[in-house]
């Protein structure tokens, strides 16, 4: 069983940066892949990026973010940071963190059990 916790959100204009974090309990969070998603007023929830579990590490991002979105992991904090520079309105979201200790379960949403409560981005232009 895990528990996310995000924090980090805020109202940032176009061009600049925020980091948003993911706190997780569990002791075997090291064995768990984690995603973000985002989710704006009206649409589907997105997939954002993704770290494998610490024994692979891979990290997946959609092509909208790639390249201004690092996701990363701290095990010893239990940790996991997404950090979002170059920032644009149409990243303005409300931004989740899902975990699974199945490995990594791709860009739908449904497949994620554990998920955090959200935080918001707004990004004004």
């Known amino acids: 069983q895990v528990q996310l916790v995000e924090s980090g959100g805020g109202l940032v204009q176009a061009g600049g940066s925020l980091r948003l974090s993911c706190a997780a309990s569990?002791?075997?969070?090291?064995?768990?892949?984690v995603s973000w998603f985002r989710q704006a007023p009206g649409r589907e929830r997105e997939f954002v990026a993704a770290i494998r579990q610490t024994s692979d590490g891979s990290t997946y991002y959609i092509s909208s973010v790639k390249g201004r979105f690092t996701i990363s992991r701290d095990n010893a904090e239990n940790m996991v940071y997404l950090q979002m520079n170059s920032l644009t309105p149409e990243d303005t979201a409300v931004y989740y963190c899902a975990a699974s200790g199945s490995g990594y379960r791709g860009r739908d949403p449904n497949l994620y059990p554990y998920w955090g409560q959200g935080t918001q981005v707004t990004v004004s232009s």
């Open positions: 569990g002791r075997t969070f090291t064995s768990y892949s």
